[in-house]
């Protein structure tokens, strides 16, 4: 029997029967030294080969597409904030106009939208630590929508501050000891800035008593010509707000005439008491939009944009990360995922501050506006190529999981490779001791 068939026999021996795959490779392994040739030849092959069919398995599994909003009601989603058990708040643009309902963990719908007089005016959802949701439906208004109580109860917080009107563009909460703080993204008529209120007692409450010793600061007056749009926490006193400013010196290359607009980060310093928020530095980005800022496990700020993203230490140091995006959210692992334009071949995982590139099967088939995480699968709303309601999921655990293509595979290869280099060692060792 010649090399060739000799080797055939005992692959086939190896590959169809897993449970005598030691026993066969060993007893090849104690052939003679040309066969021994042909066994690591062999084995150098499988690796090489397992791992193109595994790089060829890596795109995302559990990827499903649907051409409606939400399953419990159909529509535009503008702005989603998922809870536990799959429960969620959301603002929705439907066939009759704008609404914001609440859907619980036994699936029942309660809109909770129905006393505002301008709901697509709204402009964020803030989620608070105890799950509770804060808006503001009207000038000088905040209000807290307890969500997981029975019939979403609401606390409504006015905020006087010498007759002067403003509206709230963003709201942020602040952990200080046994109490909270909230910084607010201001519309002060004729520009924008930042006003702090607290102290808030917790845990908050379905009364007025948990704002009771709560004041209201003076708008900060350093933002020069600023328009700022978001806010989040980073440490103890220091807060991150987003905005953009106008470069007096760059050209727009479709209007020579107008200057641009760029981003900025801005980092603001705010505690307590009366004192007005200071704006301490700002750092500038060349172009683009930042259209999230996420706050990381631990304690340090993702803001992610359409030119690229930058990540933010609780010692202020930034990092720019060159991937773009227009959407991004936290997974239940502490992972960001980042989601490109319409026809993205790939999605952006970032752990522990390194970003990966994930492939996707198909190219994105929507225009995302708005993403969230529950449960472990990434949910992203927005439109299809035909301006229709569509929600695109990835489910973020089955990747590498033993049920994926890729998982299986990593699966089979590594008990393999184990099983084969276990015996060529085991084998090498034994005939070591005969010569000896």
Not at 45 to 54: Q, R
Not at 234 to 255: H, K, P, R, V, Y
Not at 296 to 322: E, F, P
Not at 393 to 409: K, M, P, V
Request: a negative charge; aromatic letters at 8%.
């Amino acid at each position: 029997m010649n090399l060739g068939s000799l080797f055939n026999k005992r692959f086939h021996v190896l590959v169809s029967h897993p449970a005598s795959m030691a026993k066969g490779w060993r007893s090849f392994l104690e052939e003679e030294s040309e066969h021994q040739w042909v066994a690591i030849t062999g084995f150098f092959v499988f690796i090489i080969l397992g791992a193109l069919v595994i790089q060829g398995t890596s795109t995302l599994p559990g990827v499903s597409y649907s051409s409606n909003g939400l399953d419990a009601i159909d529509g535009r989603v503008l702005d989603i904030v998922y809870g536990d058990s799959d429960t969620y708040t959301a603002l929705i643009l439907g066939d009759e106009g704008g609404m914001i309902f609440h859907y619980d963990d036994s699936g029942i719908i309660n809109d909770i939208g129905t006393d505002y007089e301008d709901v697509l005016g709204m402009t964020f959802m803030t989620e608070l630590h105890d799950g509770s949701i804060v808006v503001s439906p009207s000038n000088n208004t905040l209000e807290v929508i307890h969500v997981n109580n029975e019939n979403s109860q609401r606390t409504i917080i006015p905020l006087v501050s010498n007759q002067e009107t403003f509206d709230v563009l963003d709201v942020a909460e602040q952990r200080n000891g046994d109490s909270y703080r909230w910084l607010m993204v201001t519309d002060e008529n004729d520009s924008t800035s930042l006003r702090g209120f607290g102290t808030i007692n917790s845990p908050l409450e379905s009364t007025q008593e948990a704002f009771g010793s709560a004041s209201l600061t003076a708008a900060m007056v350093n933002s020069g010509n600023i328009a700022w749009n978001m806010v989040e926490s980073l440490d103890d006193g220091t807060w991150i707000a987003i905005g953009s400013m106008t470069n007096a010196f760059g050209i727009d290359e479709d209007s020579p005439a107008s200057p641009t607009r760029h981003p900025v980060i801005g980092f603001i310093s705010w505690t307590e008491g009366p004192t007005s928020p200071m704006l301490t530095s700002i750092e500038e980005l060349d172009k683009g939009e930042i259209h999230s800022l996420i706050r990381l496990d631990n304690g340090s700020l993702l803001a992610a944009g359409t030119d690229s993203a930058v990540h933010i230490a609780k010692d202020r140091a930034t990092t720019t990360i060159d991937f773009s995006s227009v959407s991004a959210a936290l997974d239940d692992d502490g992972v960001v995922w980042m989601i490109g334009n319409q026809g993205s071949t790939s999605v952006v995982r970032m752990v522990d501050g390194v970003a990966e590139k994930m492939p996707l099967a198909q190219p994105l088939p929507l225009d995302v506006e708005t993403s969230d995480v529950s449960n472990g699968v990434l949910y992203a709303h927005g439109t299809s190529a035909n301006g229709e309601p569509a929600t695109y999921s990835i489910d973020t655990l089955a990747s590498g999981s033993i049920e994926s293509g890729r998982g299986f595979l990593n699966f089979m290869f590594v008990t393999a490779s184990s099983i084969v280099m276990g015996v060529m060692i085991w084998t090498a060792f034994k005939r070591m001791r005969q010569n000896q």
